[in-house]
Antibody
Framework: EVRLVQSGGGLVQPGGSLRLSCAASGFTFRDYNMNWIRQAPGKGLEWISFITSGITTTQYADSVKGRFTVSRDNLKKSLFLQMNNLRDEDTAIYYC???????WGQGTPVIVS | EIVMTQSPATLSLSPGERATLSCRASQSVTTYLAWYQQKLGQPPRLLIYDASKRATGIPARFSGSGSGTDFTLTVSSLEPEDFAVYYCQQRYSWPLTFGGGTRVEIK
């Protein structure tokens, strides 16, 4: 069974930092590109970041570029999102998902206040 | 950035009725278009990819069509569990973008 289990969300003050994690199981993680997506309260979905399986390429939405960094550890089968200089508008549920968005984590809340 | 526009914002229908949801891209995305269903408190679920291909385990009552800039998701006969919010997404170019969603509610 494919599972993506997220952790690391929470309450942080503006200007602060958080690191989100996404632990994968049930598939060959090192072969899959991965994404981060977020959803502000009562709003729609916003794709924010992508990383290739071999960590050769990353992509970011303009809204987070320069503040957020995606990374992964293929040996530990984990995906990460380092979020710095957080703003009120970064408040959202954050999801990790596989490259084709066919598997999603359960989501983790980030509240910037 | 490609802007995705969904219509209508809300669709009020009864179980057993046909639902037709629209998605328009601000420029051609060829067939790099996906549809998702999201229920309250849950992550989105992939329904359709490449405009018309059903994802694994998705019932046949869900179908997608279109290419270029205009796309449609059709639910042939709504089941009680189909009342949810639906999003389209273009996968043609970075940044990947989603539409604002269509809520399908019980009439």
């Amino acid at each position: 069974e494919v599972r993506l289990v997220q952790s690391g969300g929470g309450l942080v003050q503006p200007g602060g930092s958080l690191r989100l994690s996404c632990a994968a199981s049930g598939f060959t993680f090192r072969d899959y590109n991965m994404n981060w997506i977020r959803q502000a309260p009562g709003k729609g979905l916003e794709w924010i970041s992508f990383i290739t399986s071999g960590i050769t390429t990353t992509q970011y939405a303009d809204s987070v570029k320069g503040r957020f960094t995606v990374s992964r550890d293929n040996l530990k089968k984990s995906l990460f999102l380092q979020m710095n200089n957080l703003r009120d508008e970064d408040t959202a549920i954050y999801y990790c998902a596989t490259h084709d968005f066919d598997y999603w984590g359960q989501g983790t809340p980030v509240i910037v206040s | 950035e490609i802007v995705m526009t969904q219509s209508p914002a809300t669709l009020s229908l009864s179980p057993g009725e046909r639902a037709t949801l629209s998605c328009r891209a601000s420029q051609s995305v060829t067939t790099y278009l996906a549809w998702y269903q999201q229920k309250l408190g849950q992550p989105p679920r992939l329904l359709i990819y490449d405009a018309s291909k059903r994802a694994t385990g998705i019932p046949a009552r869900f179908s997608g069509s279109g290419s270029g800039t205009d796309f449609t998701l059709t639910v042939s006969s709504l089941e009680p569990e189909d009342f949810a919010v639906y999003y389209c997404q273009q996968r043609y170019s970075w940044p990947l973008t989603f539409g604002g969603g269509t809520r399908v509610e019980i009439k």
